[in-house]
């Protein structure tokens, strides 16, 4: 994720670090990540569909030619020819869908869900924009709740990929929702594509922090002594206190099965499968369409 360089130069201010007495260990029942941590295992196949015992009508064949997308950069498409069949089929009497639920419904069951609404803890949502730098520190943007007009910058010292892997967690009795975009920067790579783009080189300003993997952080843009602005900032380094080495293990394993899946692809590229479509005319349609049809015919105009 590119972020405008301009926000990196904005370092004039005061700076603060963030960081908790390590004299104080954080209360682990109370920090923790909700639900599983992705690490790479792929997930459960859906069930392959039971296709009905379709009786085929008739059937009409064409030989075209697909091209299945690249699916790695660097990778060529393939093309080849495929098969194309459209089979018309007898109608299998599928069951119907459910009918939509009521326009108007029960006042009780209404009644019912806002007291369960109201009886759940309140659930804070972080949308947080997260700039990784050589896995060694990450620029976060965010706006405080309430404030879309007021955006806040912080340079951390933990690779925010470790940061990853999960939607929600809890810290100090509060749970967050977590909707961050995440992406890596080469610096070297960057500082090529400045020079080669406008022929100077404008490194990346980058305020002093703590060796990396210490969960501390400087805000940069901003009111450092915001307690409120600052709190899912804090709450995500106070989170790394207590699930740093699982989050970190959770990340390394999905990297490498992301470089196992890719060598896979590069060696198996996807092909081009024949295509089947199967089309059937609604019997019961059909039935309730008749009569409105014949009364259409047997209507009579008059001038």
Excluded at 167 to 175: A, I, L, P, R, S
Aim: net charge negative; charged share 15%.
């Amino acid at each position: 994720m590119k972020l405008p360089i301009g926000v990196c130069l904005l370092l004039g201010i005061t700076l603060s670090l963030h960081a908790q007495d390590p004299a104080v260990p954080p209360v682990v029942g109370q920090t923790a990540v909700i639900g599983p941590i992705a690490n790479g295992t792929p997930s459960a196949s859906a069930p392959v569909p039971v296709s009905p015992n379709f009786t085929v009508k008739s059937s009409w064949t064409e030989r075209v030619v697909r091209e299945e997308p690249a699916p790695l950069p660097g990778m060529t498409p393939v093309r080849k020819p495929v098969n194309v069949t459209v089979q018309l089929v007898e109608d299998p009497h599928l069951t119907p869908p459910p009918a939509p639920a009521p326009g108007n419904p029960d006042p009780a069951a209404i009644a019912r869900f806002k007291a369960i609404m109201a009886e759940r803890p309140k659930v804070d949502n972080i949308f947080l924009s997260a700039t990784v730098y050589d896995h060694q520190r990450t620029m976060l943007r965010w706006h405080p709740n309430g404030h879309p007009d007021q955006e806040m910058i912080a340079w951390s010292a933990l690779d925010f990929n470790t940061l990853s892997g999960f939607g929600q967690f809890t810290y100090n009795g509060k749970d967050y929702n977590l909707f961050m975009f995440i992406g890596n920067e080469n610096s070297k790579k960057r500082l090529l594509h400045l020079q080669q783009q406008i022929g100077a080189l404008q490194p990346t300003a980058i305020p002093d922090l703590p060796p990396t993997g210490t969960p501390a952080f400087v805000v940069t843009q901003g009111d450092p002594t915001d307690a409120d602005a600052i709190a899912p900032i804090t709450a995500m380094h106070e989170l790394y206190k207590v699930e740093g080495p699982q989050l970190v293990a959770a990340y390394q394993a999905r990297e490498q099965a992301r470089i196992e899946h890719e060598a896979w692809l590069r060696a198996n590229p996807p092909q081009p499968q024949d295509v089947l479509i199967q089309v059937w005319k609604r019997e019961e349609e059909a039935a309730q369409m008749a009569p409105l049809q014949e009364t259409t015919t047997n209507t009579e105009v008059t001038p």
